[in-house]
């Protein structure tokens, strides 16, 4: 194992919020980085061993009923307790696929997230509306810093 590693944690239930993640993955795995494993999984499948394992992580979720996707809820359920005092710190960003305003998964995500003590890197990348074929580049160019920021130690 490499000594940084990039957890991927994303709910993709349609072919668009697929490319969404395949394209965060395409960024993270940039021939220009090297030196960073990039695992990706479900947040079914996701478990707080992987969390305990990176050292950054990238969450995607798309917007129900307002939250986050029950998959991701599930997931900071998993994971809280067991990671809470030990990964305090850890650097993360999100990405939402917002059929709205994608401002109730936000504040969601946002409050698991401070409990959990982990620094957010950036803004949130909330891709709101209508598929658009603009949602994919900043999705890689997401990845792409991730992982270029772990890399050089800058996050």
């Not at 900043?138 to 772990?150: D, Q, R, S, V, W």
Request: charged content about 25%.
């Amino acid at each position: 194992m490499s000594e940084k590693r990039l957890l991927i944690v994303a709910h993709a239930p349609s072919p668009n919020t697929q490319r969404l993640l395949d394209s965060v993955i395409t960024g993270a795995t940039s021939p220009d980085i090297a030196g960073v494993d990039i695992i990706a999984k479900r947040p079914f499948d996701a478990t707080a061993e992987d969390v305990m394992q990176a050292q950054a992580i990238i969450l995607g979720t798309t917007e129900n009923l307002g939250y986050m996707s029950g998959a991701l809820k599930d997931f900071f359920d998993r994971i809280y307790y067991p990671c809470l005092e030990e990964k305090q710190g850890t650097p993360y960003a999100l990405y939402i696929r917002a059929g709205h305003d994608g401002t109730g998964t936000r504040r969601g995500v946002e409050t698991i997230v401070t409990g959990l003590r982990w620094k957010a890197v950036q803004e949130p990348l909330i891709m709101r509306g209508d598929w658009q074929e603009s949602f994919v580049e900043p999705c890689e160019e997401l990845g792409m810093a991730m992982a270029a920021g772990l890399e050089a130690g800058i996050i």
